[in-house]
Structures are given as structure tokens and as C-alpha cells.
């Protein structure tokens, strides 16, 4: 069964760095787009950053030069680093694994990240 599982999440003051962690138990983690969503309160959900088979990165301009999305397919796990965290960073961060070839798209449970003084 596939499993993604956020953590790291947490309460965090402004301008402080939190980095989650998306840990897959997935078979071929190696061909699967990776990507970082985040939903607000009242908010839809909107995509943060991604990284592709290759390693290539794109990023929402909200979070460019904040935000470093990684990942590490020797542990089937991808990261983001979040740091100069803003309280319109407050949300729950989920983890999303997509391959085109496979026809396969999963979803982690999320994380909260809240950002508060």
C-alpha cells in the first residue's frame, strides 16, 4: 500500500525555518514528480513547489528565494526547507507523488505549519 507521510511540521515565530519531510513508501520513488501543496483556512489548496525525476524545481513567487524543495530517492523521501517563515505561510503542508507514465497521483494526510509570534 502507498504511503506518503509528512512531518516536521510545527508552530514557528516569524522569520524563523522549519524543514518537512515527506517520507514515500512507493515503489520506483525515482519516477514520480514530487510536489509540496499548502491549504490555508478558507483557502483552496495551492501548489508551493515541485521537483521532477531530473531534479528540476519550480516554485510559487510566494515562497521563491524562502523555500528549497529537495529530495533523496536513496530514502524515497523529499524535503522543504522553509526559511524567513511568514504568518501567510500558516497552513497544512501536504506532500503529493504524480507520474504521467504510471498514471498515478498520491496524496500525504499533511502537516500544519502555523507561523505566529
Known amino acids: 500500500q502507498v504511503q506518503l507521510v509528512e512531518s516536521g511540521g510545527g508552530l514557528v515565530e516569524p522569520g524563523g525555518s522549519l524543514r518537512l519531510s515527506c517520507a514515500a513508501s512507493?515503489?520506483?520513488?525515482?519516477?514520480?514528480?514530487m510536489a509540496w501543496y499548502r491549504q490555508a483556512p478558507g483557502k483552496q489548496r495551492e501548489l508551493v513547489a515541485t521537483i521532477t525525476t531530473l531534479g528540476n524545481t519550480n516554485y510559487a513567487d510566494s515562497v521563491k528565494g524562502r523555500f528549497t524543495i529537495s529530495r533523496d530517492s536513496t530514502k524515497s523521501t523529499m524535503y522543504l526547507q522553509m526559511n524567513s517563515l511568514k504568518p501567510e505561510d500558516t497552513a497544512v503542508y501536504y506532500c503529493n507523488a504524480d507520474s504521467r507514465l504510471m498514471k498515478r497521483n498520491y496524496w500525504g494526510q499533511g502537516t500544519q505549519v502555523t507561523v505566529s509570534s
Open positions: 512507493i515503489n520506483n520513488f525515482s519516477i514520480y514528480t
